[in-house]
T-cell receptor
Framework: QKEVEQNSGPLSVPEGAIASLNCTYS??????FFWYRQYSGKSPELIMS????GDKEDGRFTAQLNKASQYVSLLIRDSQPSDSATYLC??????????FGAGTILRVKS | DTGVSQDPRHKITKRGQNVTFRCDPI?????LYWYRQTLGQGPEFLTY????????KSRLLSDRFSAERPKGSFSTLEIQRTEQGDSAMYLC??????????????FGPGTRLTVL
């Protein structure tokens, strides 16, 4: 059973701070990892994908992957109230389907 | 690029009735996925298609559930004899299915099913 674990939160950060979201996964063979943002009542929106060890930056977002530790993280710099949402971590399995964690609720307070 | 669309957005039905949902993927994407999401959980994989071929079905997909993608474009998900436990958000996603980003999946708005 492939699993993705996330702290459910809520994680509260002040506006302008860095939010750090973490995720661990069980399948050592996974090659692709994704972060999705989901606002209440809406569907998941793809923010970042990462396939190799190290960091990947896109605007205010940085994804970090450590395959040896089976650990993926998402950093959000200069957090804004509009970043308040549930963040879902997912691993790609068998090159197609995604296995999701339960998500971490982020609250950015102004 | 009009994104993934789903219809209907909401469906309320009585236990025992059949329901059918439709998904139209991003036009150039040849993979299409169905997921189910309940409150407080991440989406759970149900099934996926590569073009018109259904390549995998989850154990979650009981024999009351059937999905089709007859011409490799839109897909339908039918639930027969609905049960209250079927109440959930049904999400459709599509991905290119080729290239370096072949498995980047983009979700539609979902169909929220309520079984009374």
């Amino acid at each position: 059973q492939k699993e993705v674990e996330q702290n459910s939160g809520p994680l509260s950060v002040p506006e302008g701070a860095i939010a750090s979201l973490n995720c661990t996964y069980s399948d050592r063979g996974s090659q692709s990892f994704f972060w999705y943002r989901q606002y209440s009542g809406k569907s998941p929106e793809l923010i970042m994908s990462i396939y190799s060890n190290g960091d990947k930056e896109d605007g205010r977002f940085t994804a970090q992957l450590n395959k040896a530790s089976q650990y993926v993280s998402l950093l959000i710099r200069d957090s804004q109230p509009s970043d308040s949402a549930t963040y879902l971590c997912a691993e790609g399995v068998d090159g197609n389907k995604l296995v999701f964690g339960a998500g971490t609720i982020l609250r950015v307070k102004s | 690029d009009t994104g993934v669309s789903q219809d209907p957005r909401h469906k309320i039905t009585k236990r025992g009735q059949n329901v059918t949902f439709r998904c139209d993927p991003i036009s150039e994407h040849n993979r299409l996925y169905w997921y189910r999401q309940t409150l407080g959980q991440g989406p759970e994989f149900l099934t996926y298609f590569q073009n018109e071929a259904q390549l995998e079905k989850s154990r979650l997909l009981s024999d009351r559930f059937s999905a089709e993608r007859p011409k490799g474009s839109f897909s339908t998900l039918e639930i027969q004899r609905t049960e209250q436990g079927d109440s959930a958000m049904y999400l459709c996603a599509s991905s290119p299915g080729r290239g370096q980003r072949d498995n980047e999946q983009f979700f539609g708005p979902g169909t929220r099913l309520t079984v009374l």
